[in-house]
């Protein structure tokens, strides 16, 4: 595939993920989303701990994301109807498999994925604390939501973390058109001192997921070229061309290497579906995740690491930006900023995923008990 020249880049169509007036959203306070998603998962099985827990991110996926990037409360259709089917077992068992002073392997026995997750990244942070790096694994997992929620986790408690998971093949090996492996996000997460925000890179290993083209498509506009391609490998801007095509790889081919390396890194290596046949059957999605937890002053004291970190930041945010307007940013600022404003404002939501989680919530028996948040906000206010 040949390299966009700088004329072709300068007139792809302006894309922002911030919210317009092209497809309106609704706004809800966030205790009550978050209440809400709880009373969902405890009707569909969930145990007090587990809803708690999943809710927890599906909520700090609303708040961090756009309704089209479809991690937020959107995620409770397939969650439900994996819970009814079997797909997804509530408070299953969950049992440590193997374990060694450095590394674990969870078998998640299909229990919830974000459930799954954080009892990895507990037992990685519980580990570095004790021998400085510690790698957990996890198999037999399902769907584990947003992976700058599992990173976040151990930056939380001081450490440095990375979380990655396999998932439904929607990327072509680079050069193919048949999807193969998945959009395998990474999560990546360094804590910083005096209560400032931690670097939170937070990033699936394609350029955008199918929920911003539908996104797209329904306001009426084109993506890049270079999100995905139809399915005879050819590039378009229209996201209906693409919707049945492969998604292309961040970075082109080295993002199709770093997807091929994450699969390895969590399913061949736990022991879980791997490739094309992950997320295939609803009854038995077999997801595998990894969770390396980094203690910090197994190479160092603390506050000499966050006086270079700090450093280094400085540097970055010091570059001089092509646009004065447009600041540098550092990863995960943009979110926690969001999630901030988000916290006052309400949490915004799709029209039609609120029509949805009222037919789910009556056909649960559960009060459909979102509430609409006070004022009205610009729609360019995130
Ligand atoms: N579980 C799954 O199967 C699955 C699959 C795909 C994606 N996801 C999740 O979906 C979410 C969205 O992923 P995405 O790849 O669409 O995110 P994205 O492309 O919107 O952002 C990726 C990262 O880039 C950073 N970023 C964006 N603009 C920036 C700028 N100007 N300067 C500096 N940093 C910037 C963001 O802070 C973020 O850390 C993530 O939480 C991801 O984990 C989950």
Redesign the pocket.
């Known amino acids: 595939m040949r390299s966009r020249t700088r004329e072709e880049v300068e007139q792809e169509p302006p894309i922002t993920?911030q919210l317009d007036e092209r497809v309106a959203v609704e706004r809800f306070r966030e205790p009550s989303v978050r209440g809400f998603a709880e009373d969902v998962l405890r009707a569909l099985g969930a145990s007090a701990e587990e809803a708690r827990i999943n809710a927890d991110g599906v909520v700090t996926?609303s708040l961090?994301?756009?309704p089209g990037?479809h991690?937020g409360l959107e995620k409770l259709f397939r969650y439900a109807r994996r819970m009814r089917n079997g797909g997804i077992v509530p408070d299953a068992r969950m049992t440590w498999v193997r374990e060694r002073p450095a590394a674990a392997l969870l078998d998640a026995n299909r229990g919830l994925?974000y459930v799954a997750a954080r009892r990895a990244m507990d037992r990685a942070v519980e580990m570095a604390r004790r021998v400085g790096v510690a790698m957990v694994g996890v198999r037999h997992s399902n769907?584990?939501?947003?992976?700058?929620?599992h990173a976040k986790r151990a930056a939380d408690a001081g450490l440095i973390g990375i979380s990655m998971?396999n998932?439904?093949a929607e990327m072509a090996p680079w050069g193919a058109t048949r999807p193969i492996l998945?959009?395998?996000?990474?999560?990546m997460a360094v804590p910083r001192a005096g209560g400032r925000d931690a670097i939170?890179?937070?990033?699936?290993l394609?350029q955008?997921?199918k929920g911003?083209m539908r996104w797209l498509r329904r306001a009426g506009l084109p993506m890049p070229d270079h999100w995905a391609l139809t399915p005879a490998g050819a590039r378009t801007t229209d996201p209906d061309a693409a919707m049945k095509g492969p998604l292309l790889p961040i970075g082109d081919y080295k993002g199709y290497g770093l997807s091929l390396i994450t699969d390895i890194l969590t399913g061949v290596l736990t022991g879980s579906l791997f490739g094309a046949q992950v997320f295939q059957d609803d009854e038995n999605y077999d997801?595998a995740h990894t969770m390396i937890a980094i203690d910090i002053e197994a190479f160092m004291e603390r506050v000499e690491f966050e006086e270079r970190l700090e450093r280094l930041i400085a540097d970055v945010l010091g570059a001089p930006p092509i646009d004065p307007d447009?600041p540098?940013?550092?990863?995960?600022?943009?979110?926690q900023e969001r999630a901030r404003h988000r916290l006052k404002s309400g949490v915004p939501m799709d029209p039609k995923t609120v029509v949805r989680l009222r037919a789910l919530a009556e056909d649960l028996g559960v009060p459909f008990s979102l509430e609409p948040a006070r004022e009205p906000t610009p729609p360019q206010a995130g």
Do not use: C, R
């Open positions: 993920y996926a961090w994301w756009h990037q991690q994925g769907h584990f939501g947003i992976a700058g929620f998971t998932a439904g998945g959009t395998n996000p990474w999560g939170v890179l937070d990033m699936a394609t955008s997921g911003m997801v447009k540098v940013q550092l990863p995960g600022q943009a979110e």
